[in-house]
């Protein structure tokens, strides 16, 4: 990570940590909307979203409204570097992993991998309109999705944030796998016709 992408990761983080309650519930109303409408949002099968932290926009409306046919999955950490995905519904037991973020607390075998999810919506620091995201640096879903660079979608990869963070553009990694939309508050972004380098 280059000092550069350091400093924008900081001062990205300040800007959405900086709105007020209220416009993080409005936000979380308007994103849910946009996220349902995309025209390949699923009717059946599972669908990841994440437990917002740091300021990330919220997911909750989204889950609640999400059709019945849907099942609503949390990322895991892997200790080979990817995410796994468990289903979870409010009220099943989590428990925090390394960096301190709520998973569902299952058993190993019945996690799923990258491959059956039909969307899987990403938390984000920063984004562009051609569907580069910047996250936190760990390269989490970069590598639980890089078979994405020889066969196209599903699952589609949907990153969800606040306009607050998008960015002009932001450099492409050869390792990076780039976004279908994003979802904010007050857009949807296909960045499928985009994504060029």
């Known amino acids: 990570m280059t ?16 709105l007020g309650a ?21 009717a059946t099968g599972y669908v990841s979203g994440y ?25 895991v950490l892997n ?3 990817r995410l796994r995905f468990a289903p979870w519904r409010s009220g099943d037991p989590l428990v925090s992993n390394r960096h301190g973020i709520p998973e569902p607390d299952v058993a190993p075998s019945s996690l799923l991998d990258p491959e059956q999810m039909s969307l899987v919506v990403t938390p984000l620091v920063g984004f562009d309109l051609r569907g580069h995201r910047l996250g936190m640096g760990g390269g989490w879903y970069d590598r639980s ?48 016709s985009r994504a060029t380098a």
């Open 3 to 18: 000092a550069d992408r350091a400093a924008l990761r900081r001062e990205l983080r300040d800007r959405r940590r900086a």
């Open 22 to 42: 209220g416009d993080r519930i409005a936000a979380a109303e308007r994103l849910a909307a946009h996220l349902l409408a995309l025209p390949f949002a699923p």
């Open 51 to 75: 437990w917002a932290t740091d300021g990330e926009i919220a997911l909750h409306v989204w889950q609640l409204r999400l059709p019945r046919e849907c099942v609503y999955c949390l990322p």
């Open 79 to 81: 200790e080979d570097g």
């Open 145 to 192: 999705f890089a078979f994405r660079h020889q066969r196209p979608a599903p699952p589609w990869l949907v990153g969800a944030a606040f306009d607050t963070q998008r960015v002009e553009t932001l450099d492409r990694a050869d390792w990076d796998v780039a976004l279908d939309a994003v979802c904010t508050e007050s857009t949807t972004i296909d960045c499928s």
